[in-house]
């Protein structure tokens, strides 16, 4: 038991020395136009949640993802004010039922985070849950609940 505890330690330290963290838009774009391996840890329970348009408690939930595709938008060329950087993903999970779990990263030139969390029927497409977190890159100083890593 103790080597599978230590073996698992060495692992996991090896995990975090290998990423390095990126704490802010521009170290972003550059990892990104490098070709860099980047991926995003969030804490939904410190983002602003609002659903059906009303701010509510956000859930003690974290998730993450790589970012493999994204479309990076300079400012003012369809109409936005901030340069941003977009990317999605979409997984079937099993959540009482097949559903499609979609979710949207909007990252802002000030480091503003926008979050689209959405549920579709896997059968309909009906959405069964939309939700928009509001937070910021966490730059090890803030409270931001963005974790942006490379490797």
């Known amino acids: 038991m103790k080597k599978i505890l230590v073996t698992a330690l060495i692992l996991m330290l090896g995990i975090l020395l290998s990423a390095s963290r990126i704490k802010n838009f521009d170290k972003l774009m550059k990892a990104l136009r490098a070709g860099q391996e980047v991926s995003i840890v969030i804490e939904y329970g ?5 659903s059906d348009n009303e701010e509510i408690t956000p859930p003690d939930a ?5 970012v493999d595709v ?3 938008f300079a400012p003012m060329s369809i109409g936005n004010p901030k340069a941003f950087v977009v ?6 999970i ?3 039922g097949f559903i499609y779990n979609y979710a ?5 030139d000030d480091n503003s985070v926008e979050i689209t969390a959405q549920y579709a029927n896997s059968q309909t497409f ?16 803030n409270t931001g609940a963005l974790f942006i890593f490379k490797d």
């Open 46 to 50: 410190n983002c602003i949640l609002i």
């Open 62 to 66: 974290i998730g993450g993802m790589p």
């Open 70 to 72: 994204w479309e990076y």
């Open 87 to 92: 990317f999605s993903q979409t997984k079937l």
């Open 94 to 96: 099993n959540y009482a």
């Open 104 to 108: 949207k990263i909007k990252i802002s």
């Open 126 to 141: 009906e959405l069964e849950m939309d939700e928009t977190f509001f937070t910021e890159i966490n730059n090890g100083k």
